[in-house]
């Protein structure tokens, strides 16, 4: 019988949009996935959406949908970003599936029944955004630890699982498992944790506070806490498939995770499951955090790095295969990295388009040239390259299943990479160009081209799970394809076609020169040149909301403003529309801000920025009206946003920011905040500066 492996990871929050981090999970889980089904096992991988929540039901709300409706458009975006990645799990799980909330509602009945669950009283700070309660020590200035969000008190009665009683065997089960949490220094990081008392665990919100979630079986009054929720779709997931013999999938091999969830999957999950007598999971893998050119990722910094958008700037030469390739090499697993374009095309380019694009053209230029096309057999005996060659290619045949086991996927891939440096070494070594030419070298061109296609077939089956177009369509070229069984030396029939074709592996160029990207630590920002494709590459505006305003001392038309810029501070700005608003009429107001504009003084007062309005041609003035939290920054869908400082006033010239049908566009593209469209109340046409 095969052996089983069936992963998972997390599903994933309907109100983000799919980014890197996403991506890396599900391509580690989509890599592992393909390697196993190689080497024959039989595999179950699940991946998809998280549905349930105040947060979801608050944005569904502002969105005018109902939750339903709003669940079911967000989540397409992750399935969206599966068909981009080539993912090939066996479900898309979403939270509202029917099948998983019965399931839900039997394991609560369960619990309920056998007394794990009680009801209590429970008073604590809660964070909207993570959907939990936190304790005083995690709080900082009324701010939740992981989204940095504000938390309010919330006393409510509520149902309690009793976690706290799992603590020792728990424990236990840890101590016994060395490997049951991946890597190491994580589930250290579990096992400290777990030296404190554990508590028991709140699983329910009263519905008067939050109706979109499972409801409770034994209380109609209530629905289930989201992570109780969440954690069991990795038991409904394959429960309507069963294996090949028949048999159940779970327990899950492994949990793919980001450290961010650790404690819900080490702590909370396996004590829910020990209560409901459920099996735990063989394993745990936490990976860690990508970041974008060494910064933090966030979405008011606007460096959040979409997959999408990657894929789509290098789609003529295979971009979201690249960008797969990339994640996979970059990052060792369970360690942070940071992405940038320069990095994955300078690893891309090497790798693939050098390495790998160089053996398949050397290759096939003598095949067709010296054998009319026709690669030749292997001879059983071989010259000492050949049998180097032949060994080195043994080795990594050996070690990439090891690496694989630990989840040390770069360092599987680095062993792989490995055999295509061996295999260039071994081609100039024996320069097969040079033996063609010699008649009487006719034997020895033979052998080197045979022993190097043969490498090649290894190479590309072993490189599958990453690049999986790639791989095959430069497979199909010798007439093979990855498929379990094929990683072994020899297999390559004698008379094997090596087919022409087009390139395979081109390089990537980097879209824009580095020079022209400034940082956003960069002290000046370049002017804007032919490279940068729009204003909105240099120009920083963001949300700002008004704190206080008051008259100029002296000059007449202006107002000065005190502005909350979220993550950017508190900002002073002078602006010129005392004709048409009163100090009173601006305070409390959400505006848009050029925060990045050089300071100035104006009348003696400092101005550090601009606010944005659109007149009408009867000389009113409209401001705009952006929903997004202070500090969000506006963007335009397909500009990247690129901000330096100190930007000078004539930067802006270019900007021709118009109002189409109440709503600021640029060149006819909706410009958002936080999401959202940026309401003003000016005619059609009117430019807003
Ligand atoms: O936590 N780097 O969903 P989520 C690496 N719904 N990985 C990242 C990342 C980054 N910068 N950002 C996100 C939830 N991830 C819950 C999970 S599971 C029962 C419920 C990846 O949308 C990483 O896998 O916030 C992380 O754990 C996950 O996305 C969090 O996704």
Redesign the pocket.
């Known amino acids: 019988m095969p052996n089983p492996f069936y992963v998972t990871?997390?599903?994933?929050?309907v109100n983000?949009v799919p980014?890197?981090?996403?991506a890396?999970?599900s391509v580690l889980g989509d890599v592992l996935s393909r390697w196993h089904r190689l080497v024959g096992d039989e595999v179950y991988f699940l991946t998809g959406t998280?549905e349930h929540g105040q947060k979801v039901q608050e944005a569904a709300a502002k969105a005018g949908r109902t939750p339903q409706e709003h669940v079911d458009l967000t989540s397409q975006r992750f399935r969206e970003m599966g068909r981009l990645l080539d993912l090939t799990n066996d479900r898309f799980i979403r939270t509202t599936d029917k099948d998983h909330v019965e399931f839900v509602q039997s394991v609560l009945q369960g619990l309920w029944d056998k007394g794990e669950i009680y009801k209590s009283s429970y008073k604590g700070l809660y964070n909207v955004r993570d959907e939990r309660f936190y304790s005083e020590s995690d709080i900082r200035e009324g701010r939740g630890p992981a989204a940095g969000e504000p938390v309010e008190e919330v006393e409510e009665v509520n149902y309690f699982f009793k976690m706290g009683s799992y603590q020792q065997r728990l424990l236990d089960h840890i101590e016994k498992n060395p490997a049951w949490i991946v890597p190491d220094f994580r589930r250290n990081e579990v096992l400290g944790f777990l030296r404190q008392p554990l508590g028991d665990l709140c699983i329910s919100r009263p519905k008067s506070r939050l109706s979109w979630g499972i409801e409770l079986p034994f209380d109609k009054d209530f629905v289930t806490y989201?992570?109780f929720d969440?954690?069991l779709?990795?038991v409904t997931g394959p429960r309507g498939a069963k294996r090949a013999d028949g048999t159940s999938w779970w327990p899950a091999s492994v949990h793919?995770?980001?450290?961010?969830?650790l404690t819900?999957?080490s702590v909370y999950w396996p004590t829910m499951l020990m209560g409901a007598g459920i099996e735990l999971p063989r394993q745990i893998l936490a990976?860690?955090?990508?970041?974008a050119d060494g910064q933090k990722?966030s979405k008011s910094l606007g460096n959040v790095v979409d997959p999408f958008e990657v894929a789509r700037k290098y789609e003529s030469v295979g971009g979201a295969e690249a960008f797969r390739f990339f994640l996979m090499r970059d990052m060792v697993v369970g360690q942070d990295s940071s992405f940038s374009e320069a990095g994955m095309v300078k690893v891309v380019n090497g790798d693939l388009a050098n390495d790998v694009g160089n053996i398949v053209s050397r290759i096939r230029k003598q095949v067709a040239t010296q054998f009319e096309g026709k690669v030749p057999a292997l001879p059983a005996t071989l010259f000492d390259a050949s049998k180097e060659l032949k060994a080195k290619a043994e080795s990594v045949l050996a070690e990439v299943p090891n690496q694989m086991r630990l989840f040390r996927v770069s360092f599987a891939l680095e062993e792989t990479m490995s055999l295509a440096r061996a295999i260039n070494s071994y081609l100039e070594n024996t320069a097969p160009w040079k033996l063609a030419k010699d008649g009487s070298k006719r034997q020895e061109l033979a052998e080197v081209l045979a022993v190097s296609s043969e490498a090649l077939r290894l190479l590309l089956v072993l490189l599958s799970p990453y690049i999986p177009r790639k791989a095959s369509e430069a497979l199909a070229l010798l007439g093979e394809s990855a498929a379990p069984g094929k990683l072994a030396w020899g297999l390559l029939p004698a008379d094997a076609e090596f087919k022409d074709g087009p390139v395979l592996f081109p390089r990537l160029e980097v879209k824009k020169p580095e020079a022209d990207k400034p940082k956003a630590d960069a002290k000046q920002a370049p002017a804007a040149t032919a490279a940068v494709k729009s204003p909105f590459e240099l120009v920083d505006f963001r949300v700002a909301k008004v704190e206080a305003a008051e008259d100029h001392p002296s000059a007449e038309k202006l107002l000065v403003l005190t502005l909350d810029v979220g993550e950017l501070g508190r900002k002073q700005v002078c602006a010129g529309i005392k004709a048409h608003f009163s100090a009173a009429d601006m305070v409390g107001r959400k505006l848009l801000l050029v925060a990045n504009l050089k300071k100035a003084k104006l009348r003696g007062v400092e101005s550090q920025g601009m606010i944005l309005a659109a007149d009408n041609p009867d000389g009113s003035v409209h401001l705009l009206s952006p929903e997004g939290e202070p500090g969000s920054f506006a963007r335009v869908d397909g500009y990247d946003h690129l901000p330096g400082q100190n930007l000078a006033i004539e930067a802006l010239d270019p900007v021709v920011l118009e109002v189409r049908g109440g709503q600021l566009v640029f060149e006819g593209k909706p410009v958002t905040a936080g999401g959202a469209k940026i309401a003003c109340s000016a005619v059609d046409g009117a430019k807003a500066h």
Do not use: S
């Open positions: 990871t997390p599903i994933y929050y983000d980014h890197i981090g996403h890396y999970t998280d989201v992570w969440a954690l779709n990795y793919l995770i980001g450290k961010d969830i819900t999957h990976h860690g955090w990508w970041m990722m």
